[in-house]
């Protein structure tokens, strides 16, 4: 009689027209789901490609392309390239508060470390390119050595000040969804403020700007390589995946937010390698007859003026004569 009837505790379930309560299952992101196993597939490939380029740039690391992508600050992006691959690994498996609170640490400290590198990058192009001769040689010797490094320690540390506040005010909770699922209680990760959520999210935003606004309108000399492009399309491809992310992550059910992240992140790694780095693997291991300085350094201030680089007073002196 459906008068007798009482409604199961939250943390059960009955079928229609069953007398008993069943105990809710938890349910969560497992290692053995078919998604998961794709992803763990994916990131095997991106993070063999991460340190393929690493290797490859470590070991031609005095050659002129690598020098002229940064030299050491090219394998340590490369690095934090892979470190950010490695934080998908924390997404499977039952949440925890720990867990919930180093998906966020290991995947923005080591993102601010790529994209500062390659900030530093796209601002030696802007100088050697759109600023007078007369400033070009103070400003290079400020993008590199010791003071690029301080840029890069500078913008991490920033960084890790926002995540610690974010983690320490707003953290991330575990949260048990009763009723998501018919059967199951739904165990997942819970963002407490989406406002400081975007916050943290915005440090790297604005180095992916940057980068982009300074090699975007950049012109290439003829017979130089382009970095500018690269940066670039490697940027487009970071904006691209992020911005995507959000109406996706906004509009599949709460059960398939943690392969959505972990899709995004680890295409956010492969768009930036696939642009940036992996052209310059294809040069060191197929045409090292264009690994010159010529075609990568220049011989001086006016010459790096093309480097990433527009050449048009070049352009405009050769139509003059």
Known sequence: DDALCSKCDQDQWSPDGSTRCFPRTPRFLAWGEPAVLGLLLLLGIVLGLVLLALGLFTWHR????VQATGGPRACFGLACLGLVCLSVLLFPGRPSTANCMGQQLLLHLPLTGCLSTLFLQAAEIFVASELPPSWTDWLHSRLRGPW??????LAMLAEAALCSWYLAVFPPVVMTNWHALPTEALVHCRVSSWIM????????AMLAFLCFLGTFLVQSQPGRYNSARGLTFAMLAYFITWVSYIPLFANVHVVSHPPVQMGTILFCVL?????????KCYLLLWRPDLNTPEFFLGGGPSDARGQGGSGHEEETQGKNK
Do not use: E, K, M, Q
């Not at 959520?197 to 790297?204: D, K």
């Not at 768009?271 to 052209?279: N, Q």
């Open 62 to 65: 005095d050659s002129p392309l």
């Open 148 to 153: 690029a490094w301080l840029v890069v320690l």
């Open 197 to 204: 959520f975007g916050v943290v999210h915005a440090t790297n």
């Open 271 to 279: 768009g930036i390698l696939a642009t940036f780095h992996l052209p």
